[in-house]
């Protein structure tokens, strides 16, 4: 199974730190954001990656050359301008699917700007079962800084969008089938509108992963994720 990497963000909630480092590369603890996603995809055996990137996608690239460094092989899909979450996921399916393999095999994706300790092996587990799901998103409990929620997890496991009930937040990490963006006709498109008219034609599996998870939206949340690893490691 392939996973990409969403890596081609401006990161303008960053700045100044992202004024001349990917939002991605920013550390955390003994690695980079991007870093540390790399070696829990590697550990579930997931080892052929794609990124795509724009700011400053030249120096993602240096940092990670071909992944041999992380036990994983890199490619990369260069946008030039942020083409949003789907825009990219749709230019870089040649690379997710090449010729000659299933032409509907899911594949992960995940946000660039995200920790986590979730387990990908789930996912390679989840994609035996997807039945006639378009994608399958993984849910996590509510921060603090998005205390509504995104998303209804219902108890068969099926995700949705307008219930009114206790909502979770979408993790920035899913498994998808190429069939879902096929109605993406232009370059710049977001992965919201698509994961909702899934979700209301009961196309969308869900997950929930109780376990940690950050979202590095501000300085002052990977400031407290460093410290958090750091300590870490120390203990």
């Known amino acids: 199974m392939r996973a990409m990497i969403l890596a ?8 100044p730190l992202t004024d001349h480092c990917p939002k991605p590369l920013l550390r955390a603890g003994h690695d980079s954001l991007i870093g540390h996603t790399l070696h829990r995809l590697r550990n579930a055996g ?51 699917c090449p010729k000659g393999a299933d032409d509907d095999a899911p594949f992960i994706v995940v946000n660039g700007d995200i920790w986590t300790d979730f387990d990908f092996a789930t996912l390679i587990q989840a994609a035996d079962h997807m039945g006639s799901n378009q994608a399958v998103v993984v849910l996590v409990d509510n921060p603090e800084h998005h205390p509504l929620g995104d ?13 009114s009930g206790t909502k979770r937040t979408f993790s920035g990490i899913g498994l998808y089938r190429p069939s879902l963006f096929t109605t993406v006709s232009d370059t710049i498109a977001p992965l919201a509108p698509l994961l909702r008219s899934a979700m209301a034609k009961q196309r969308v599996a869900g997950i929930y992963h109780p376990g940690r998870w950050r979202d590095i939206g501000t300085p002052e949340r990977l400031a407290e994720l460093d410290a958090e690893l750091t300590a870490q490691a120390r203990n």
């Not at 081609?8 to 700045?15: D, E, I, K, P």
């Open 151 to 163: 998303f209804h997890l219902s108890a068969e496991g099926q995700v949705q969008a307008t219930h």
């Open 46 to 96: 997931i080892t052929d990656v794609v990124i795509n990137h724009a700011w400053l996608g030249d120096k993602l690239e240096a940092a990670l050359g071909d992944g041999a460094n992380y036990g994983v092989s890199i490619c990369y899909s260069r946008e030039g301008a942020p083409l949003e979450t789907a825009g990219g996921i749709v230019k870089a399916l040649p690379l997710l």
């Open 8 to 15: 081609a963000g401006l990161g303008t909630r960053m700045r």
